[in-house]
């Protein structure tokens, strides 16, 4: 059973920064795409950033250039570094997994694991 567990969120002043953390478990990490999603009050859950198993990328236009993901294989966890925050990147972070394909999954819907969020808050 996989488990995805998120760490790292908090209150920051715009213009800070923030590293999430997605400690995973239960499966073979080098067989999972995995990816780090948010969702803000009102709003649908987006994609943000997600990282394939050859190590490719791909992140939501409103992140490039501020956000980097990455994936330590040896402590199995997953990271979301987080420069140049803005208010509207205010939402709850979630770290998600899917067994690989050959197309990369980056919509909500085509990942089957979640963790259970971790509360991102930035002010201006």
């Known amino acids: 059973q996989a488990q995805l567990v998120e760490s790292g969120g908090g209150s920051v002043q715009a213009g800070g920064s923030l590293r999430l953390s997605c400690s995973a478990s239960?499966?073979?990490?080098?067989?999972?795409?995995m990816g780090w999603f948010r969702q803000a009050p009102g709003k649908e859950r987006e994609g943000v950033a997600i990282?394939?198993?050859?190590?490719?990328?791909t992140y939501a236009d409103s992140v490039k250039g501020r956000f980097t993901i990455s994936l330590d294989n040896a402590k199995n966890t997953l990271y979301l570094q987080m420069n140049s925050l803005k208010p509207e990147d205010t939402a709850m972070y979630y770290c998600a997994a899917e067994e690989a394909r050959a197309t990369m999954p980056t919509m909500p819907d085509q990942f089957g694991y979640w963790g259970q969020g971790t509360q991102v808050t930035v002010s201006s």
């Open positions: 239960g499966y073979s990490h080098s067989n999972y795409c």
């Open positions: 990282i394939d198993t050859d190590g490719s990328t």
